[in-house]
């Protein structure tokens, strides 16, 4: 079955950088829609950057793009989220999703059929 797995969260300081990965198994991904979506405590669950996975469009949101970038790497069955001059309020727990297909609705969580187990980011001052 399709599994996700986040790794590379942890508590840093304002203004540096983490590289989180989603290694993907179970399924071929071609035609998937990959994103990393983010919750913080006592709030909803927001929509970060996705890619696709065979043709690499990506998508960011406003409030990080500038700062977080998406990548994916085929051979290696992995998605990573680049995220650079961190701030407290990036704090909360990063989940990778899968979904399949691409286009304006990569943006809702109701797009993602699989996620992962989460991983937490804290970012302190």
């Known amino acids: 079955q399709v599994q996700l797995v986040e790794s590379g969260g942890g508590l840093v300081q304002a203004g540096t950088s983490l590289r989180l990965s989603c290694l993907v198994s179970g399924s071929t991904f071609s035609g998937y829609g990959m994103g990393w979506f983010r919750q913080a405590p006592g709030k909803e669950r927001d929509f970060v950057a996705a890619i696709a996975w065979s043709g690499g469009s990506s998508y960011h949101a406003d409030s990080v793009k500038g700062r977080f970038t998406i990548s994916r790497d085929i051979a290696k069955n992995t998605v990573y989220l680049r995220m650079n001059s961190l701030k407290p309020e990036d704090t909360a727990v990063y989940y990778c999703?899968?979904?399949?297909?691409?286009?304006?609705?990569?943006?809702?969580?109701?797009?993602?059929?699989?996620w992962g187990q989460g991983t937490q980011v804290t970012v302190s001052l």
């Open positions: 999703a899968a979904g399949a297909g691409w286009g304006p609705q990569i943006a809702s969580p109701h797009f993602y059929a699989y």
